[in-house]
């Protein structure tokens, strides 16, 4: 069974530091790998999806690598804004036959002004 | 629409009653995902539809929760006799893309808060 793990689940840090989101996962027959941010009382955003054979994605301050053999992406913020406060999730699909994803557990980021 | 569109937001209901959660995807959109998600938790998968047929109902926990697509565009997420347990957030997904496509994207709407007292 799938399992994905984020760390650390809370970080806070003040604004203009460059950070470091961890996602590991059990199973390295992934698909692809996404990652969302998500909003109190809002739906879940997408901002990157990497395909299992790529390396990595770029949106922005955004950078998002996969390392699929040894189970591990880690999302990099760049100049961290206070409107980046959120919680960061990401989600694996392991199936070719529909989008099921397997999330984490999320890690919550507050950047302070 | 513009976006994946959830309603109610917000539901308070009493333990033993009938709610139905609904979805209205972005429009085009072939596949429509339900996922639950619990307080501090990731989202969980309940089930998903290409068109209105239902391809996979093996997250529902049980069968008080059932759901449907007929036009294959909005869908009904029911809870039957609900249970303190079954509060959490509903969230509803769509993709442009059958299932099959691997490099379909999925747009989740703002969800569904269910309370049951």
């Known amino acids: 069974k799938q399992e994905v793990t984020q760390i650390p689940a809370a970080l806070s840090v003040p604004e203009g530091e460059n950070l470091v989101l961890n996602c590991s996962f059990t199973d390295s027959a992934i698909y692809n790998l996404q990652w969302f941010r998500q909003d109190p009382g809002k739906g879940l955003t997408s901002l990157l999806l990497?395909?299992?054979?790529?390396r990595e994605q770029t949106s922005g301050r955004l950078n998002a690598s996969l390392d699929k053999s040894s189970g591990r992406s880690t999302l990099y913020i760049a100049a961290s804004q206070p409107g980046d406060s959120a919680t960061y999730l990401c989600a694996v699909r392991t199936d070719t036959g529909f989008q099921k994803l397997v999330f984490g557990t999320g890690t919550r980021l507050l950047v302070s002004p | 629409g513009a976006g994946v569109s959830q309603s109610p937001r917000y539901k308070v209901t009493k333990r033993g009653q009938d709610v139905a959660l609904r979805c209205d995807p972005i429009s085009g959109h072939v596949s429509l995902y339900w996922y639950r998600q619990a307080l501090g938790q990731g989202p969980e998968f309940l089930t998903y539809?290409?068109?209105?047929?239902?391809?996979?109902k093996s997250g529902l926990p049980n069968d008080r929760f059932s759901a449907e697509r007929p036009e294959g565009s909005i869908s009904t997420l029911t809870i039957q006799r609900t249970e303190q347990r079954d509060s959490a957030m509903y969230r509803c997904?769509?993709?442009?893309?059958?299932?099959?496509?691997?490099?379909?994207?999925?747009?989740f709407g703002e969800g569904s808060r269910l309370t049951v007292l």
């Open positions: 990497i395909q299992s054979s790529q």
């Open positions: 997904a769509s993709s442009p893309r059958p299932s099959g496509s691997i490099n379909g994207e999925l747009f």
């Open positions: 539809f290409n068109y209105e047929a239902q391809q996979d």
